[in-house]
Protein backbone atom coordinates (compact mmCIF):
# COMPACT_ATOMS: atom_id res chain seq x y z
CA UNK A 1 0.00 0.00 0.00
CA UNK A 2 1.19 3.59 -0.15
CA UNK A 3 -0.11 6.65 0.11
CA UNK A 4 -2.67 7.68 -2.69
CA UNK A 5 -3.70 4.30 -3.61
CA UNK A 6 -7.25 2.92 -3.69
CA UNK A 7 -8.34 -0.46 -2.42
CA UNK A 8 -11.79 -1.60 -1.62
CA UNK A 9 -12.04 -2.83 1.91
CA UNK A 10 -14.20 -4.51 4.43
CA UNK A 11 -14.64 -3.80 8.06
CA UNK A 12 -14.49 -6.44 10.50
CA UNK A 13 -14.12 -4.25 13.57
CA UNK A 14 -14.38 -0.79 15.67
CA UNK A 15 -11.20 -0.26 17.85
CA UNK A 16 -11.10 2.42 20.92
CA UNK A 17 -11.54 5.48 19.24
CA UNK A 18 -13.95 4.57 16.66
CA UNK A 19 -11.86 3.51 13.47
CA UNK A 20 -13.08 0.97 11.45
CA UNK A 21 -10.52 -1.50 11.36
CA UNK A 22 -9.98 -3.74 7.62
CA UNK A 23 -7.38 -6.18 6.90
CA UNK A 24 -5.49 -6.71 4.01
CA UNK A 25 -3.01 -9.17 2.70
CA UNK A 26 -0.73 -6.16 3.01
CA UNK A 27 -1.79 -5.29 6.90
CA UNK A 28 -4.35 -3.32 8.52
CA UNK A 29 -6.19 -0.35 7.78
CA UNK A 30 -7.72 1.91 10.13
CA UNK A 31 -10.85 3.98 8.59
CA UNK A 32 -12.66 6.77 10.43
CA UNK A 33 -16.71 7.19 10.22
CA UNK A 34 -16.57 3.45 9.10
CA UNK A 35 -19.11 0.51 10.47
CA UNK A 36 -18.88 -3.36 10.70
CA UNK A 37 -19.97 -4.97 7.59
CA UNK A 38 -19.31 -1.93 5.54
CA UNK A 39 -17.71 -2.96 1.85
CA UNK A 40 -15.84 0.58 1.20
CA UNK A 41 -13.76 2.02 -1.72
CA UNK A 42 -10.86 3.56 0.72
CA UNK A 43 -7.72 5.83 -0.33
CA UNK A 44 -4.81 5.37 1.93
CA UNK A 45 -3.80 8.63 3.76
CA UNK A 46 -0.76 7.63 5.47
CA UNK A 47 1.10 4.54 5.66
CA UNK A 48 3.10 3.25 8.95
CA UNK A 49 5.42 0.67 9.95
CA UNK A 50 2.51 -1.91 11.38
CA UNK A 51 -0.93 -0.49 9.86
CA UNK A 52 -1.97 2.35 7.26
CA UNK A 53 -4.63 4.43 7.28
CA UNK A 54 -7.10 5.97 4.99
CA UNK A 55 -10.54 7.97 4.18
CA UNK A 56 -14.43 6.57 2.89
CA UNK A 57 -14.75 7.45 -0.79
CA UNK A 58 -17.55 5.70 -1.50
CA UNK A 59 -19.92 3.12 0.72
CA UNK A 60 -20.39 0.28 -1.78
CA UNK A 61 -22.44 -2.10 0.88
CA UNK A 62 -23.24 -0.35 4.03
CA UNK A 63 -22.82 -2.32 6.90
CA UNK A 64 -26.18 -3.36 9.52
CA UNK A 65 -25.43 -0.93 11.85
CA UNK A 66 -24.95 2.36 9.65
CA UNK A 67 -27.11 4.99 9.83
CA UNK A 68 -27.51 8.45 8.63
CA UNK A 69 -26.02 10.88 11.50
CA UNK A 70 -28.59 13.69 12.13
CA UNK A 71 -25.96 16.42 12.63
CA UNK A 72 -24.65 18.45 9.77
CA UNK A 73 -21.20 19.14 11.06
CA UNK A 74 -20.90 15.55 11.62
CA UNK A 75 -17.49 14.34 9.43
CA UNK A 76 -16.02 17.45 9.85
CA UNK A 77 -16.29 18.18 13.56
CA UNK A 78 -13.96 16.14 15.90
CA UNK A 79 -16.39 15.62 18.43
CA UNK A 80 -18.37 12.74 17.64
CA UNK A 81 -17.16 9.46 16.22
CA UNK A 82 -20.28 7.07 16.43
CA UNK A 83 -23.23 9.10 14.68
CA UNK A 84 -23.10 7.26 11.65
CA UNK A 85 -24.00 3.96 13.78
CA UNK A 86 -27.22 2.82 15.49
CA UNK A 87 -26.62 3.05 18.91
CA UNK A 88 -27.09 -0.36 19.77
CA UNK A 89 -23.87 -1.11 17.70
CA UNK A 90 -22.10 1.47 19.60
CA UNK A 91 -22.93 0.78 22.93
CA UNK A 92 -22.03 -2.99 21.81
CA UNK A 93 -18.38 -1.55 20.33
CA UNK A 94 -18.02 -0.30 23.61
CA UNK A 95 -18.54 -3.38 25.23
CA UNK A 96 -15.48 -5.18 23.70
CA UNK A 97 -13.65 -2.34 23.09
CA UNK A 98 -13.40 -2.22 27.05
CA UNK A 99 -11.91 -6.06 27.39
CA UNK A 100 -10.37 -5.47 24.01
CA UNK A 101 -7.77 -2.74 25.51
CA UNK A 102 -7.22 -4.48 29.57
CA UNK A 103 -6.28 -7.44 27.73
CA UNK A 104 -3.95 -5.64 25.40
CA UNK A 105 -3.11 -2.41 27.03
CA UNK A 106 -3.22 -3.63 30.92
CA UNK A 107 -2.42 -7.57 30.39
CA UNK A 108 -5.14 -8.62 31.86
CA UNK A 109 -5.66 -12.62 31.39
CA UNK A 110 -8.48 -13.38 33.54
CA UNK A 111 -10.76 -10.64 33.45
CA UNK A 112 -13.76 -10.41 35.93
CA UNK A 113 -17.55 -10.94 34.10
CA UNK A 114 -19.04 -7.31 32.95
CA UNK A 115 -21.12 -7.12 36.00
CA UNK A 116 -22.98 -4.53 34.04
CA UNK A 117 -23.39 -2.44 31.16
CA UNK A 118 -25.36 0.59 31.44
CA UNK A 119 -26.52 2.20 28.28
CA UNK A 120 -27.78 5.91 28.34
CA UNK A 121 -31.27 6.55 28.20
CA UNK A 122 -30.72 9.43 25.52
CA UNK A 123 -28.46 9.04 22.22
CA UNK A 124 -28.24 13.15 22.26
CA UNK A 125 -29.00 16.14 24.10
CA UNK A 126 -27.85 14.58 26.89
CA UNK A 127 -24.67 16.98 28.47
CA UNK A 128 -25.61 19.51 30.55
CA UNK A 129 -22.26 21.23 30.36
CA UNK A 130 -21.03 22.62 26.68
CA UNK A 131 -17.85 24.64 25.77
CA UNK A 132 -17.32 26.27 22.95
CA UNK A 133 -14.17 27.69 21.40
CA UNK A 134 -14.07 31.87 20.25
CA UNK A 135 -12.60 32.92 17.00
CA UNK A 136 -12.72 36.77 16.29
CA UNK A 137 -13.62 38.56 13.35
CA UNK A 138 -14.43 41.56 11.30
CA UNK A 139 -17.60 41.92 9.17
CA UNK A 140 -16.12 44.73 7.49
CA UNK A 141 -12.95 47.36 7.43
CA UNK A 142 -13.53 49.33 10.28
CA UNK A 143 -16.23 47.35 11.66
CA UNK A 144 -15.91 46.44 16.28
CA UNK A 145 -14.35 43.41 16.57
CA UNK A 146 -16.91 40.37 16.86
CA UNK A 147 -16.81 36.67 18.14
CA UNK A 148 -17.89 33.28 16.54
CA UNK A 149 -18.26 30.44 18.97
CA UNK A 150 -17.50 26.74 18.07
CA UNK A 151 -15.71 23.89 18.05
CA UNK A 152 -11.97 23.04 16.28
CA UNK A 153 -12.70 20.60 13.29
CA UNK A 154 -11.04 17.11 12.40
CA UNK A 155 -7.53 18.46 11.87
CA UNK A 156 -7.64 20.28 15.82
CA UNK A 157 -6.80 23.64 13.59
CA UNK A 158 -9.65 24.45 11.69
CA UNK A 159 -12.36 26.53 13.35
CA UNK A 160 -15.93 25.09 12.66
CA UNK A 161 -18.51 27.70 13.80
CA UNK A 162 -21.75 26.20 15.25
CA UNK A 163 -24.82 27.73 16.49
CA UNK A 164 -25.61 24.59 18.88
CA UNK A 165 -24.92 20.80 19.22
CA UNK A 166 -27.07 17.87 19.33
CA UNK A 167 -25.18 16.39 22.33
CA UNK A 168 -25.62 19.55 24.44
CA UNK A 169 -28.99 19.94 26.77
CA UNK A 170 -31.94 22.24 24.28
CA UNK A 171 -31.38 24.54 27.21
CA UNK A 172 -28.15 25.14 26.59
CA UNK A 173 -28.40 25.86 22.92
CA UNK A 174 -31.38 27.53 23.52
CA UNK A 175 -29.08 29.98 25.40
CA UNK A 176 -25.81 30.56 22.83
CA UNK A 177 -27.43 33.33 20.74
CA UNK A 178 -28.42 35.23 24.10
CA UNK A 179 -24.91 34.91 25.91
CA UNK A 180 -23.53 36.17 22.69
CA UNK A 181 -25.88 39.34 22.76
CA UNK A 182 -25.47 40.08 26.30
CA UNK A 183 -22.88 42.82 27.58
CA UNK A 184 -20.81 40.30 28.82
CA UNK A 185 -20.47 38.72 25.38
CA UNK A 186 -20.18 41.67 23.63
CA UNK A 187 -17.21 43.02 25.70
CA UNK A 188 -15.56 39.20 25.15
CA UNK A 189 -15.78 39.52 21.13
CA UNK A 190 -13.52 42.77 22.00
CA UNK A 191 -11.05 41.49 23.44
CA UNK A 192 -7.52 41.80 21.42
CA UNK A 193 -4.58 39.90 20.88
CA UNK A 194 -2.47 37.74 21.99
CA UNK A 195 -5.78 35.57 23.59
CA UNK A 196 -8.32 37.38 21.88
CA UNK A 197 -11.96 36.27 22.52
CA UNK A 198 -12.28 33.93 25.25
CA UNK A 199 -14.50 30.50 25.49
CA UNK A 200 -18.08 30.54 26.06
CA UNK A 201 -19.02 27.85 28.85
CA UNK A 202 -22.96 27.39 29.28
CA UNK A 203 -23.87 24.93 32.05
CA UNK A 204 -27.78 23.71 33.07
CA UNK A 205 -28.43 22.21 36.65
CA UNK A 206 -31.11 19.51 37.60
CA UNK A 207 -33.76 22.55 37.91
CA UNK A 208 -33.31 23.53 34.95
CA UNK A 209 -31.31 26.68 35.47
CA UNK A 210 -28.69 27.84 32.68
CA UNK A 211 -25.64 29.79 34.01
CA UNK A 212 -22.76 30.89 31.73
CA UNK A 213 -19.26 32.62 30.89
CA UNK A 214 -16.40 33.88 29.05
CA UNK A 215 -12.89 32.56 29.93
CA UNK A 216 -12.83 31.03 33.68
CA UNK A 217 -16.00 31.33 35.66
CA UNK A 218 -16.16 34.06 38.29
CA UNK A 219 -16.76 32.93 41.70
CA UNK A 220 -20.24 35.33 41.65
CA UNK A 221 -22.13 33.24 39.55
CA UNK A 222 -23.03 30.99 42.63
CA UNK A 223 -23.38 27.49 42.47
CA UNK A 224 -25.58 24.87 40.52
CA UNK A 225 -28.71 22.78 42.13
CA UNK A 226 -27.72 19.67 41.78
CA UNK A 227 -29.24 16.06 42.23
CA UNK A 228 -28.06 12.17 41.61
CA UNK A 229 -29.23 8.79 43.44
CA UNK A 230 -31.68 11.21 45.06
CA UNK A 231 -28.30 12.98 46.78
CA UNK A 232 -28.80 16.62 46.49
CA UNK A 233 -25.08 18.73 45.66
CA UNK A 234 -24.31 22.02 45.39
CA UNK A 235 -21.74 22.42 42.69
CA UNK A 236 -19.65 25.62 41.53
CA UNK A 237 -20.53 26.58 38.18
CA UNK A 238 -16.33 25.98 37.32
CA UNK A 239 -15.87 23.02 39.06
CA UNK A 240 -16.39 19.40 37.92
CA UNK A 241 -20.06 17.33 37.54
CA UNK A 242 -20.76 14.57 35.49
CA UNK A 243 -22.21 15.70 32.05
CA UNK A 244 -24.79 12.61 32.20
CA UNK A 245 -27.02 12.57 35.19
CA UNK A 246 -28.96 9.26 34.73
CA UNK A 247 -26.07 7.33 33.88
CA UNK A 248 -23.72 8.74 36.66
CA UNK A 249 -26.57 7.94 38.80
CA UNK A 250 -26.55 4.18 37.54
CA UNK A 251 -22.96 4.48 38.66
CA UNK A 252 -23.41 5.05 41.59
CA UNK A 253 -25.92 3.08 42.45
CA UNK A 254 -24.16 0.09 41.47
CA UNK A 255 -21.04 1.05 43.34
CA UNK A 256 -22.63 1.45 46.27
CA UNK A 257 -24.08 -2.18 46.07
CA UNK A 258 -20.52 -3.28 45.56
CA UNK A 259 -18.91 -1.71 48.61
CA UNK A 260 -21.94 -2.54 50.76
CA UNK A 261 -20.56 -5.77 52.04
CA UNK A 262 -17.23 -4.88 52.50
CA UNK A 263 -16.06 -4.37 56.39
CA UNK A 264 -14.46 -0.83 55.25
CA UNK A 265 -14.56 1.72 58.05
CA UNK A 266 -12.27 4.64 56.56
CA UNK A 267 -13.09 5.98 53.07
CA UNK A 268 -10.55 8.01 51.50
CA UNK A 269 -12.25 9.95 48.48
CA UNK A 270 -9.33 11.05 46.24
CA UNK A 271 -9.68 13.13 43.35
CA UNK A 272 -12.94 14.07 45.47
CA UNK A 273 -14.38 17.31 43.34
CA UNK A 274 -17.10 18.01 45.60
CA UNK A 275 -17.77 14.80 47.19
CA UNK A 276 -20.35 12.58 45.03
CA UNK A 277 -19.04 9.47 46.07
CA UNK A 278 -18.51 10.51 49.87
CA UNK A 279 -22.30 11.71 49.76
CA UNK A 280 -23.73 8.96 47.59
CA UNK A 281 -22.39 5.97 49.15
CA UNK A 282 -24.73 4.54 51.73
CA UNK A 283 -21.81 2.62 53.80
CA UNK A 284 -21.55 3.65 57.40
CA UNK A 285 -18.15 4.37 57.51
CA UNK A 286 -16.50 5.68 60.58
CA UNK A 287 -13.95 8.41 58.64
CA UNK A 288 -13.89 9.81 55.39
CA UNK A 289 -11.11 11.50 54.23
CA UNK A 290 -11.49 13.92 51.10
CA UNK A 291 -8.56 15.37 48.66
CA UNK A 292 -8.98 17.86 45.65
CA UNK A 293 -6.99 20.46 44.63
CA UNK A 294 -9.93 22.69 43.29
CA UNK A 295 -10.82 24.85 46.08
CA UNK A 296 -14.26 26.21 45.42
CA UNK A 297 -14.88 22.60 44.98
CA UNK A 298 -14.08 21.27 48.57
CA UNK A 299 -16.08 24.03 49.78
CA UNK A 300 -18.62 22.75 48.27
CA UNK A 301 -18.12 19.49 48.98
CA UNK A 302 -17.40 20.44 52.98
CA UNK A 303 -21.46 21.93 52.33
CA UNK A 304 -22.52 19.13 50.97
CA UNK A 305 -21.43 16.41 53.40
CA UNK A 306 -22.93 18.85 56.80
CA UNK A 307 -26.15 18.83 55.01
CA UNK A 308 -26.15 15.42 55.05
CA UNK A 309 -24.58 15.48 58.50
CA UNK A 310 -21.45 13.18 57.56
CA UNK A 311 -18.41 13.95 59.09
CA UNK A 312 -14.81 14.56 57.40
CA UNK A 313 -12.13 15.96 56.92
CA UNK A 314 -10.83 17.70 53.46
CA UNK A 315 -7.48 18.39 52.24
CA UNK A 316 -7.25 21.25 49.46
CA UNK A 317 -4.56 19.70 47.92
CA UNK A 318 -3.80 17.62 44.88
CA UNK A 319 -4.00 13.46 45.48
CA UNK A 320 -0.20 13.06 44.12
CA UNK A 321 0.81 15.04 47.55
CA UNK A 322 -1.72 14.41 49.89
CA UNK A 323 -2.33 10.74 49.68
CA UNK A 324 1.19 9.85 50.71
CA UNK A 325 1.11 11.47 53.53
CA UNK A 326 -2.42 10.79 55.33
CA UNK A 327 -2.71 7.21 53.72
CA UNK A 328 -0.41 5.64 56.14
CA UNK A 329 -2.29 6.67 59.52
CA UNK A 330 -5.37 4.45 58.48
CA UNK A 331 -5.27 0.68 59.42
CA UNK A 332 -4.89 -0.90 55.75
CA UNK A 333 -6.98 -3.66 56.18
CA UNK A 334 -10.03 -1.70 56.87
CA UNK A 335 -9.94 0.79 54.31
CA UNK A 336 -11.35 1.69 51.23
CA UNK A 337 -9.87 4.58 48.52
CA UNK A 338 -12.09 5.41 46.10
CA UNK A 339 -10.13 7.48 42.61
CA UNK A 340 -11.51 9.65 40.22
CA UNK A 341 -9.11 11.01 38.53
CA UNK A 342 -9.10 13.38 35.28
CA UNK A 343 -8.49 11.48 31.87
CA UNK A 344 -4.66 11.21 32.46
CA UNK A 345 -5.59 8.84 35.09
CA UNK A 346 -3.58 8.64 37.98
CA UNK A 347 -0.19 10.22 38.96
CA UNK A 348 2.82 7.62 39.20
CA UNK A 349 3.01 8.67 43.28
CA UNK A 350 -0.54 7.74 43.62
CA UNK A 351 0.26 4.52 42.73
CA UNK A 352 3.59 4.05 44.27
CA UNK A 353 1.19 4.95 47.26
CA UNK A 354 -1.31 2.31 47.35
CA UNK A 355 1.59 -0.48 46.56
CA UNK A 356 3.18 0.28 49.75
CA UNK A 357 0.56 1.07 51.93
CA UNK A 358 -1.98 -1.48 50.77
CA UNK A 359 -5.09 -0.41 51.33
CA UNK A 360 -7.83 -3.53 51.40
CA UNK A 361 -10.23 -2.13 48.35
CA UNK A 362 -9.63 0.57 45.67
CA UNK A 363 -12.65 1.69 43.48
CA UNK A 364 -11.48 3.22 40.54
CA UNK A 365 -13.44 5.33 38.19
CA UNK A 366 -11.93 6.09 34.87
CA UNK A 367 -13.02 7.84 31.79
CA UNK A 368 -10.33 6.84 29.78
CA UNK A 369 -10.28 2.86 29.55
CA UNK A 370 -6.52 3.59 28.40
CA UNK A 371 -5.12 5.09 31.52
CA UNK A 372 -7.19 2.91 33.71
CA UNK A 373 -5.64 -0.24 31.51
CA UNK A 374 -1.72 1.12 32.30
CA UNK A 375 -3.04 2.60 35.90
CA UNK A 376 -4.54 -1.13 36.68
CA UNK A 377 -1.44 -3.31 35.04
CA UNK A 378 1.14 -1.18 37.85
CA UNK A 379 -1.52 -2.21 40.59
CA UNK A 380 -1.89 -5.68 39.90
CA UNK A 381 1.19 -6.54 38.94
CA UNK A 382 3.25 -4.62 41.49
CA UNK A 383 0.90 -3.50 44.13
CA UNK A 384 -0.61 -6.83 44.34
CA UNK A 385 -4.36 -6.02 43.44
CA UNK A 386 -7.19 -8.43 42.09
CA UNK A 387 -10.12 -7.03 39.96
CA UNK A 388 -13.55 -8.28 41.26
CA UNK A 389 -16.28 -6.06 39.87
CA UNK A 390 -16.43 -4.53 36.20
CA UNK A 391 -19.00 -2.00 35.01
CA UNK A 392 -18.82 -0.06 31.97
CA UNK A 393 -21.53 3.43 32.11
CA UNK A 394 -21.95 4.93 28.37
CA UNK A 395 -21.48 8.57 29.74
CA UNK A 396 -20.64 9.72 26.63
CA UNK A 397 -23.02 7.90 23.75
CA UNK A 398 -21.92 9.36 20.18
CA UNK A 399 -18.24 9.70 21.05
CA UNK A 400 -15.62 7.17 21.64
CA UNK A 401 -15.58 7.92 25.04
CA UNK A 402 -17.50 6.07 27.92
CA UNK A 403 -16.70 5.42 31.90
CA UNK A 404 -15.68 2.35 33.75
CA UNK A 405 -15.69 1.50 37.08
CA UNK A 406 -13.40 -1.56 38.75
CA UNK A 407 -13.19 -2.56 42.28
CA UNK A 408 -9.76 -3.95 43.26
CA UNK A 409 -8.89 -6.16 46.67
CA UNK A 410 -5.52 -6.61 47.93
Known amino acids: MQSGSQITLTIQDLAFGGDGVGR ?8 PFSAVGDQLLVEITSVRKNFARGRILQVLVPGE ?13 G ?25 RLGGMKDLPPLECAVPSPQEYGYRNKLRLEAQAH ?32 PALNKTIPAAVKSDWGKANARRKKPHGPAALTLRVDSQGEVKFYFGFSPTRLGWL ?7 PFR ?3 GSFWQVNPPVATRLLQTVDQWIAPLPAETLVDAYCGVGTFSCALTHPFRERLLMENDRAATEAAEYNLQQLMRGCQILTEPTEQALPKRLPKYPAASTLVVLDPPRTGCQEKVLQCLARDMPAWVLYVSCNPATLARDLKYLVTTGGYSLKKLGLFDMFPRTAHFETAVLLQH
Open 138 to 169: RTEEGAPQQADYGYFALDNTSFLRINGCRLAH
Open 24 to 31: TDQGVVFV
Open 225 to 231: HEELAGV
Open 235 to 237: VPV
Open 79 to 103: GCQYQHLSYQAEFQAKVKQLGEVLR
Open 65 to 77: GRTAPPCPHYGQC
